[in-house]
């Protein structure tokens, strides 16, 4: 893909590639419903794709897989599959995931082409960036809320962090299920 051609990816152009990360931190509910931390390494990969035509929208994608391994461990403890979609006329990128544990997101934000920082949100409930779980999920770890920051440090590396936020059944207050990483260009 030629250069010119990378500034209809908008803020999305830098993260195409395949990138890791050693110093992940995840802070989820432990197998007792408390809390557990794991450290992690993670791989993700971007390719684009696009134009994708909807009438008069036009997106420019990025297809992701990502997987997350324990520090120590072989197999990943999190895989999520996906696409983050800029849209230059409405200045809205928004990212459609999918966890193979029964989970569905699709959460957006605002940005402009050359932002180097850009935060993505969901709801429970919304009709536009929403949030769908399987029966299970929905009655024992009910996530009404998403929340996730990127931050493109340079070329070579970005970080986010992101808030999962779950309604544990038993628990009366909410659980923050965090998850953060730096991620180096490989």
Same mark, same amino acid.
């Given at each position: 893909?030629?250069?010119?051609?990378?500034?209809? !990816?908008?803020?999305?152009?830098?993260?195409?590639? *395949? !990138?890791?990360?050693?110093?992940?931190? %995840?802070?989820?509910?432990?197998? %007792?419903?408390? #809390?557990?931390?794991?450290?992690?390494?993670?791989?993700?990969?971007?390719?684009p794709l696009g134009p994708n035509q909807n009438h008069e929208q036009i997106l420019y994608s990025l297809r992701?897989?990502?997987?997350?391994?324990?520090?120590? %461990?072989?197999?990943?403890? &999190?895989?999520?599959?996906?696409?983050? &979609? !800029? %849209?230059?006329?409405?200045? *809205?990128?928004?990212?459609?995931?999918?966890?193979?544990?029964?989970?569905?997101?699709? +959460?957006?934000?605002?940005?402009?082409?050359?932002?180097?920082?850009?935060?993505?949100?969901?709801?429970?409930? +919304? *009709?536009?960036?929403?949030?769908? +779980?399987?029966?299970?999920?929905?009655?024992?770890?009910?996530?009404?809320?998403?929340?996730?920051?990127?931050?493109? &440090?340079?070329?070579?590396?970005? +970080?986010?962090?992101?808030? #999962?936020?779950? *309604?544990?059944?038993? @628990?009366?207050?909410?659980? &923050?299920?965090?998850?953060?990483?730096?991620?180096? @260009?490989?």
């Open positions: 893909m030629e250069t010119k051609d990378l500034k209809n !990816w908008g803020p999305l152009a830098v993260l195409i590639g *395949q !990138w890791e990360g050693d110093k992940g931190d %995840d802070i989820a509910p432990g197998d %007792d419903r408390g #809390t557990e931390n794991n450290k992690f390494h993670e791989v993700v990969i971007f390719e992701y897989n990502l997987k997350a391994t324990r520090l120590g %461990d072989k197999d990943p403890f &999190h895989e999520e599959y996906g696409y983050i &979609h !800029w %849209d230059a006329k409405e200045k *809205q990128l928004s990212r459609s995931s999918i966890i193979p544990r029964g989970f569905a997101m699709l +959460s957006g934000g605002k940005a402009e082409a050359d932002s180097k920082e850009f935060s993505l949100s969901a709801k429970l409930g +919304s *009709q536009t960036y929403g949030i769908c +779980s399987n029966p299970f999920l929905d009655r024992e770890f009910k996530t009404v809320a998403f929340d996730i920051k990127f931050t493109i &440090h340079n070329d070579r590396e970005f +970080s986010y962090e992101e808030d #999962t936020q779950i *309604q544990i059944k038993g @628990k009366p207050d909410i659980f &923050h299920h965090r998850d953060k990483n730096r991620m180096k @260009k490989v």
